[in-house]
């Protein structure tokens, strides 16, 4: 019996004796597993980054938001072209829902439906009136300045917080010193104590990305603006009556936490009986759906990798079954030089797991070679696993040993006087 | 006609055939080949065997080889019965026991001349250093240690010929069996060939098997081994 170390020296020798037809053999492997590593790193990375989309809304959160009913049922007329509209979330809700088991603290943020004008533009920002966790709660970070001060939820005051998008849309390029500097809105002058920063990309519904909002706190927009927030569409006044826009729950223990999004969900469903003019959202429900799904693809994946390296596999049956025929002299060469049948069919064996595998090392370079193409110019984010580079490889090998058995059986049965004596 | 016979002492016998017959089963038919062959080949002797085509000559040659089993008889090799051996052993003797040299060379392409040499070494298991230092003496032997890094398609037919001569001898065999080794050669490279097996034969006292139909180099062989449809032919084995 020959060493393993000559046989993997010999088959290597072959292949690269053959170089185009070794790398045409193994093309089906390289496409299959290319494709793989290329759609499991894209899915990875779909997957890592609606992720941290979710948990950055807070896994430990309740998002009960208020939405504007489809009829305004609630809007009555006053007048030609006034509109007084009421719904949504209420102070009685917030007190209610903050009684309830497993409820930690409640944030509120209120839209005070301001136009934040750049000259003649109408720039897509929000003043915002919000409680003294957001900034913990919205998973935000200061990037100057400071935040409020709980003395200043006790005196309303005008100051405020902006978002960096604020930052950018509504100071110039170079300004560093934003902070102590004012900003107007409509008729009101707040002056700029801090800006945060939220790089997780949290988005709550109607409101949109912490980035956008000038934050003040609850306290001030109360006293400013009470119940009432007034904008002036073109020809007449609309008066939007509005508690809360969203409310953050923050639940104590998060196994409990679909309990009790039900029970806030049935209390809601009572007092706001008429319309619905309220939803809500559990991130971390998002987050089991969005794994089920990912399950799902990711078994359909495996399924079309399976089916693409079985007829790479097979093709490659193929080749090695002409392969022998095609060197019957070489194998009866060697057996009358004294190569055992198991050296022979260990050669032909090993010479085909070396090209399988060695096709699974350029599939996987071709994989990740794709997926970085798919990034720069898809910008979609990719993840690669060693995992499955490493089951690639594994599995490449495998394909190798099931294909590359029957031809080596093959080769090893051949007589050695007839092929001695073929040409 | 044939030489004297150089017919040194008794345990000096490499080999031994003793009615040895050989038939093939085509369907229903039987067809003899070999009908009772014996002859003794000892250390040190150039034997040739002749014969034309269909005399029985290459399944005399796939028997002496181990290729092939005889249908009956005795073929003791070095005092080991191997005609009855089991297909491993067979190999095993093969490799350790018989320097085969083809008409064709059939050498590997895909390999070097000393990988070539090698070949038989890689199942004897010699160790990867000791091939190398065997490889090169052997080349040097048949005089082409300058050419061990060149692949096959790189030499003459002839030079061709010298490496596989140098294979033949990687594990030091009993005997060589040389199967028309000069049949794809002309005539003046075929005759180097044929000084070649000669000095190895006179200077290193190699026993030479030689199956071929030209009988134009019978002055080299100490014996010659007639077939004649299947037996030998009378007069033809000075024994």
Not at chain 1, 285 to 303: C, G, H, P, Y
Not at chain 1, 339 to 346: E, G, M, N, T, V
Request: with cysteine; net charge positive.
């Amino acid at each position: 019996m020959m060493l393993v170390s000559d046989i993997i020296e010999l088959s290597l020798q072959n292949l690269r004796l053959h170089k185009t037809r070794s790398i045409l053999t193994s093309l089906g492997v390289i496409f299959g597993v290319g494709s793989v590593i290329a759609m499991l790193s894209i899915s990875e990375g779909a997957k890592r980054s609606a992720l941290s989309q979710i948990e950055a809304m807070g896994i430990d959160k309740i998002i009960v938001y208020s939405k504007k009913p489809p009829v305004a049922g609630g809007a009555v007329s006053t007048g030609r072209t006034s509109l007084v509209e009421r719904y949504g979330l209420t102070l009685r809700d917030r007190k209610h829902l903050a009684d309830l088991d497993n409820v930690e603290r409640i944030t509120t943020l209120r839209d005070a439906r301001k136009r934040v004008m750049k000259g003649q533009e109408r720039l897509d920002l929000k003043l915002v009136g919000a409680d003294l966790n957001f900034l913990p709660d919205s998973a935000s970070m200061l990037v100057q300045g400071r935040w409020f001060t709980p003395w200043e939820f006790k005196r309303p005051g005008n100051v405020c917080v902006i978002g960096s998008n604020v930052k950018r849309k509504l100071f110039r390029l170079g300004d560093q010193e934003v902070i102590g500097s004012n900003i107007r809105v409509e008729t009101l002058v707040l002056k700029v104590i801090g800006v945060l920063e939220n790089d997780n990309g949290t988005n709550y519904p109607e409101l949109g990305s912490p980035n956008d909002m000038i934050l003040i706190p609850s306290a001030t927009s109360e006293a400013l603006f009470g119940d009432y927030a007034y904008s002036t569409e073109s020809g007449g006044v609309k008066v939007t009556m509005i508690d809360y826009d969203v409310l953050l729950v923050k639940v104590a223990e998060l196994e409990h936490i679909g309990n009790t999004a039900k029970r806030i969900a049935n209390y809601l469903e009572k007092t706001h009986a008429k319309v619905k003019d309220w939803d809500l959202v559990v991130p971390l429900d998002l987050l089991k759906q969005r794994e089920a799904t990912q399950n799902i693809f990711t078994i359909v994946m495996s399924s079309i990798a399976g089916i693409s390296l079985i007829v790479g596999g097979i093709g490659i049956m193929n080749i090695m079954l002409a392969s022998v025929f095609e060197r019957r002299k070489e194998i009866g060469t060697r057996r009358a030089l004294g190569a055992q049948k198991s050296d022979i069919l260990f050669q032909f064996l090993i010479e085909t797991v070396v090209l399988t595998t060695s096709g699974g090392v350029l599939g996987i370079l071709l994989g990740v070679g794709i997926s970085q193409v798919i990034t720069m110019y898809a910008d979609m984010p990719t993840v690669y696993s060693w995992w499955s580079m490493a089951a690639s490889l594994l599995i490449s090998s495998l394909v190798g040993v099931i294909f590359g058995t029957y031809p080596a059986w093959q080769a090893a049965q051949q007589n050695p006087i007839t092929v001695l004596r073929a040409e | 006609m044939s030489q004297p016979e150089v017919r040194p002492c008794g345990d000096d016998l490499v080999l031994s055939l003793r009615n040895i017959t050989k038939t093939y089963n085509t369907g229903e038919l039987a067809v003899p080949v070999l009908k009772g062959i014996s002859f003794d080949i000892y250390r040190g002797q150039f034997v040739g065997i002749l014969g034309t085509s269909g005399s029985g000559k290459s399944t005399m040659l796939n028997i002496l080889g181990m290729l092939d089993v005889p249908t009956g008889g005795d073929y003791t090799l070095e005092g080991i019965q191997v005609g009855s051996l089991a297909d491993r052993d067979q190999a095993t003797i093969r490799n350790q026991k018989i320097g085969f040299v083809f008409q064709s060379f059939n050498l590997f392409n895909y390999l070097t001349i000393e990988q070539n040499i090698e070949v038989p070494m890689i199942y004897n298991r010699v160790p990867r250093r000791k091939r190398r230092e065997r490889a090169l003496e052997l080349a040097k032997i048949v005089g082409l240690g300058h050419r061990l890094g060149h692949r096959p398609n790189q030499l003459s037919g002839g030079e061709c010929q010298r490496v596989a001569v140098a294979r033949s001898l990687s594990n030091e065999p009993a005997f060589l069996l040389a199967d028309e080794p000069t049949g794809n050669l002309d005539e003046k490279t075929g005759n180097e060939i044929m000084k070649l097996f000669h000095t190895l034969n006179r200077e290193r006292r190699m026993t030479i098997v030689m199956v071929t139909h030209n009988p134009m180099f019978e002055p080299h062989y100490d014996k010659v081994i007639r077939l004649r449809d299947g037996r030998l032919e009378a007069g033809g084995l000075g024994q």
